[in-house]
Antibody, heavy 124, light 107 residues
Framework: EVQLLESGGGLVQPGGSLRLSCVASGFTFSDHYMDWVRQAPGKGLEWVAR??????????EYAASVKGRFTISRDDSKNSLYLQMNTLKTEDTAVYYC???????????????WGQGTLVTVSS | DIQMTQSPSSLSASVGDRVTITCRAS??????LAWFQQKPGKAPKSLIYAASSLQSGVPSKFSGSGSGTDFTLTISSLQPEDFATYYC?????????FGGGTKVDIK
């Protein structure tokens, strides 16, 4: 069974930093692309970042709203995904979900499995 | 960026009803479209990828269709556990973007 367990959320002041972690189990972590997706209170879903697997050189993609402030990374030896969040803004307040990718027949990668999420609150 | 527009934004339906939700992309995304279900206070759940392929473990009452810019999610016979918010998302290019969601509640 695929399991994704996020941690690291909490209350932080504007301008501060936070590091989210996600530990994966139930699948071969190193094979898969991984994503962070967030959801502001009462709002819809927003894709944040993606890190590809070793075969794709661990390259990354970001939403414009977080590029230059957030860094996604992974440690395949620990089956772990991370999101380093710097220069946080009040609009970054959201539940952050770790997600595992899947690959369709044309090798495009979609979001296949979700963790339970961790709440980040940016407020003074 | 590709904009994803869902309609309706909400609907009321009865148990046993057939429900269809529409998702339109602002440009051609081929069949690189996924659907998700989210219940209040819970994480989203993946239902469909590649426009019409069921994610493992998802019941066959869910089906998806479409390609290019127009897509639909159909629930063949609505059950109490299906009342939720449904989102589409394209994964054709970056950034990946979601539709605004369709809330399905009880009539």
């Amino acid at each position: 069974e695929v399991q994704l367990l996020e941690s690291g959320g909490g209350l932080v002041q504007p301008g501060g930093s936070l590091r989210l972690s996600c530990v994966a189990s139930g699948f071969t972590f190193s094979d898969h692309y991984m994503d962070w997706v967030r959801q502001a209170p009462g709002k819809g879903l927003e894709w944040v970042a993606r890190v590809r697997n070793k075969a794709r050189s661990f390259t990354t993609e970001y939403a414009a709203s977080v590029k230059g402030r957030f860094t996604i990374s992974r440690d395949d030896s620990k089956n772990s995904l991370y999101l380093q969040m710097n220069t946080l803004k009040t609009e970054d307040t959201a539940v952050y979900y770790c997600a595992r990718g899947g690959s369709d027949s044309s090798h495009y990668h979609y979001v296949a499995y979700w963790g339970q999420g961790t709440l980040v609150t940016v407020s003074s | 960026d590709i904009q994803m527009t869902q309609s309706p934004s909400s609907l009321s339906a009865s148990v046993g009803d057939r429900v269809t939700i529409t998702c339109r992309a602002s440009q051609d995304i081929g069949y690189h479209l996924a659907w998700f279900q989210q219940k209040p206070g819970k994480a989203p759940k993946s239902l469909i990828y590649a426009a019409s392929s069921l994610q493992s473990g998802v019941p066959s009452k869910f089906s998806g269709s479409g390609s290019g810019t127009d897509f639909t999610l159909t629930i063949s016979s609505l059950q109490p556990e299906d009342f939720a918010t449904y989102y589409c998302q394209h994964y054709n290019t970056y950034p990946l973007t979601f539709g605004g969601g369709t809330k399905v509640d009880i009539k």
